[in-house]
């Protein structure tokens, strides 16, 4: 089998996926999107009430917009902060439908693994020469195909870290899973019911968790029964609400101070530092066990709205060299740029292939993927590690070249993007 003649395999059909395709087509290269859901940006769809922190201008791949204009796209409003409804609908569909990208994505494709062709993990034999063999699960039928390249951006939504302070599950924690909800529920809209005239507890402290507890509140004042409670880790509750007043974020920043005001006009019960050590059912509800400053303390709930962030799915990647920090879950390179106790989305520095590269040869994680568990990827981040990782498969020399029509400026330019 001649490598050279298969396509670069892309995996998942986010915004990050899709503007690998954008680059790719643009330099006339072969392609294939895996994405493992029915729908392009199946992940996006999962927060897709959740307005982001930028405005549109921020959020843009400069490729795909020219690919986009020649097909009489209309760019949205720059200032404007979308949903991640209005990302999908207005971007992301749209650049899937051109004919450059739609005749080469494959919805409800799962991968399962990939290795390379007749070599496995421990030989190194002309392995950067064989091809790459992805095995996936597509319409419920295992399949097999060949790549010259692998880029894998599948993301981490679909692996939320559970609430456990040692990054497991606590006792109870998957036996009472009907009662747990993981990430952002639509708690205005599809799901309203659950939560209404409950006792509600969410556990986390980033900007998922405080964006959950804004919208129970919401929900409270229709629902006046519905309680609300908040456990965190941090040593004090004022930890939580950001870089107040001078967060750049101001979107982000205002966040911070509607929780604010929330917890001192005590609508938010807060239970902070707490560690969750374990979940039972007392009665028609649960009980929260854990300690506290105060010793072990149980707090009780009808529902758990669990927002401590999430991971990458590595399982596929076991056939693979790959080289990733042993607390991060990144590159070993990106680590240090990226560490959430050293940085956060406004402060990580511009990186590319050098930093995204694994001893497997043309095999790359890019996008909020390449961030392992570190909440603070940018999608402006991930649309420059794709124009880099892009020129250095197409043996481009100048691997720090900044395409002329997305200058360095975009990096700095675009810090408010999808840190939540």
Known sequence: MNK??????????GPIGLATAAHLSREGKSFIILEMGNNVAHSVKNWAHVSMFSPWKQNLDSVSTVLLKQYGWKSPNPNHFPTGQELIHHYLLPLAETPEIKPHLRLNSEVTAISRMGVDKMKDLNRANAPFVLHIVEGGEQKELFAKAVIDASGTWSVPNPMGANGLPVLGEQVNSAHIYYGIPDILGSISKRYQNKTVTVVGSGHSAMNALLELAELKQAYPKTQLKWILRKQHIEQAYGRLPEDPLTRRSRIGKKIAVLVQSEIIETHTPFLIEKIETRDEQLGIMGQSTLGRETILTDEIIVATGLRPNLDFLRELRISLDPAVESPIKMAPLIDPNEHD?????????EELKHPETDFYIVGMKSYGRAPTFL???GYEQVRSVV?????????????PKQSKGTQSETKETTCK
């Open 4 to 13: 050279k003649n298969l396509p670069i395999a892309i995996i998942g059909a």
């Open 379 to 381: 999608l402006a981040t």
């Open 345 to 353: 989305c406004n402060s990580v520095p511009p990186h590319g292939t």
């Open 391 to 403: 020129a250095t498969l197409l043996k481009d020399q100048v691997v720090g070249r900044v395409h």
